[in-house]
T-cell receptor, first 116, second 109 residues
């Protein structure tokens, strides 16, 4: 039971290049999330998904696209990377239940992305 | 008012000390509250949920005051291994969470 895994762990891109970050979870969770974490900014939600085939925008969606073709995978794409997208990206998953206190999220180890 | 506000710290305490973290939130409709812990260059991990009646897990006690929209975390008998950043987290609806920027704790021998 690996929990939430992310690929790759590190990546350096040049401005304008594209890439896809992969998140996989083996806990059969319906909900999946992509966050970015920058110094002094805390975690900010980029996009999320409430189930296979669905996606929704979070707080900072511009410059990113996502897809959830399979329940266990959530992909984050950068079509044309910019230096402002240098960050640590975390994926998370959860049951998304409405029962108070049970909507815990479980995080992957993160991807450290640098855009030059 | 920011959605979730925390004192950024750092809090420097000796081993064995008691330390308290405070957090305020702006969305009065929030129903779920959590404390997460994040070690340096690691992912956030759930420390504990926070309930209106207050809850305790070993050396950790969490309190929620809905009227004041205030959450607290108390750590008793601090250990070196408690050194980390503590994130106050509030449900913002649709099973999405809002994270505070975190309070850093440094426990020294």
């Amino acid at each position: 039971n690996a929990g939430v895994t992310q690929t790759p762990k590190f990546r350096v891109l040049k401005t304008g290049q594209s890439m896809t970050l992969l998140c996989a979870q083996d806990m059969n969770h319906e909900y999946m999330y992509w966050y970015r974490q920058d110094p002094g900014m805390g975690l900010r939600l980029i996009h999320y998904s409430v189930g296979e085939g669905t996606t929704a925008k979070g707080e900072v969606p511009d410059g990113y696209n996502v897809s959830r073709l399979k329940k266990q995978n959530f992909l984050l794409g950068l079509e044309s990377a910019a230096p402002s997208q240098t960050s640590v990206y975390f994926c998370a998953s959860g049951t998304g239940t409405s029962v108070r206190g049970t909507d815990t999220q479980y995080f992957g180890p993160g991807t450290r992305l640098t855009v030059l | 008012r920011k959605e979730v506000e925390q004192d950024p710290g750092p809090f420097n305490v000796p081993e064995g000390a008691t330390v308290a973290f405070n957090c305020t939130y702006s969305n009065s409709a929030s129903q779920s509250f959590f404390w997460y812990r994040q070690d340096c260059r690691k992912e956030p991990k759930l420390l504990m949920s926070v309930y209106s009646s207050g809850n305790e897990d070993g050396r950790f006690t969490a309190q929620l005051n809905r009227a004041s929209q205030y959450i607290s975390l108390l750590i008793r008998d601090s250990k070196l291994s408690d050194s980390a950043t503590y994130l106050c987290v509030v449900n913002r609806g649709y099973s999405t969470l809002t994270f505070g920027k975190g309070t850093m704790l440094l426990v020294s021998p």
